[in-house]
């Protein structure tokens, strides 16, 4: 079965300080992860996605995620947070064979605060 | 903007009522999604769509009724709803619903209260 965890409710960083934002999958086969990030009264957005080749991912807004397959982790991560980071993240696998293929699995959210 | 429209964007109504959600993506894309939103709980996928053809319906109740007129259009028919159901309702769409490396694109959602 295809599951993500993100095992952090909330983390709190200042603003230039670096972030990161967990995530651990369980997957059948390879994994196909994503990142996307909930303003508030808003839709998700997407951030990055890991589909395979470099382990380092570049996405949006200076956000990059690393795809560690020995640790079954995709955690984002930004070298100095700023305030307009703060929202709700989420991590999402794909389904990849049967009646799962094509769907997305996502985690419970992480509330990301940067203070000034 | 993602391309992905949805109105309206909130919604109040009575446990009698019917009502509508509309989405609408602007990306050319085959396949389209309903997910309920709820606090404090993931993501729930209710509907899958692809090419018009309703392909996913993980037993969500008779109360809502998806349709789909074309590929680019999606609609949530809601009638005698219950408290439960208030959530944000996000649709989302893709190029494909099967093709596992594709990103789906969401719309802004609509925050609905059922009173």
């Known amino acids: 079965a295809q599951s993500v965890a993100q095992p952090e409710d909330q983390v709190n960083v200042a603003e230039g300080n670096p972030l990161t934002v967990k995530c651990t999958y369980s997957?059948?086969?390879?994994?196909?992860l994503f990142w996307y990030v909930q303003y508030p009264n808003r839709g998700l957005q997407f951030l990055l996605k890991?589909?395979?080749?470099?382990?380092l991912v570049k996405g949006s807004y200076g956000f990059e995620a690393e795809f560690n397959k020995s640790q079954t982790s995709f955690h984002l991560k930004k070298p100095s947070a700023l305030v307009s980071d703060s929202a709700l993240y989420f991590c999402?696998?794909?389904?990849?064979?049967?009646?799962?293929?094509?769907?997305?699995?996502f985690g419970r959210g992480t509330q990301l605060t940067v203070w000034p | 903007e993602t391309g992905v429209t949805q109105t309206p964007r909130h919604l109040v109504m009575g446990m009698t009522n019917k009502k509508s959600l509309k989405c609408e993506q602007h990306l050319g894309h085959n396949a389209m999604y309903w997910y309920k939103q709820s606090a404090k709980k993931p993501l729930e996928l209710m509907f899958v769509y692809s090419l018009e053809e309703r392909v996913e319906n993980n037993s969500v109740p008779s109360r809502f009724s998806p349709e789909c007129p074309n590929s680019s259009h999606l609609f949530l028919h809601l009638h005698t709803l219950q408290p439960e159901d208030s959530a944000l309702y996000l649709c989302?769409?893709?190029?494909?619903?099967?093709?596992?490396?594709?990103?789906?694109?969401f719309g802004p959602g609509t925050r609905l209260l059922v009173l």
């Open positions: 989302a769409s893709s190029q494909s619903a099967g093709a596992t490396g594709e990103t789906q694109y």
């Open positions: 890991y589909i395979t080749g470099d382990n």
């Open positions: 997957v059948s086969g390879n994994p196909y």
């Open positions: 999402a696998v794909k389904g990849v064979r049967g009646s799962t293929l094509g769907r997305l699995y």
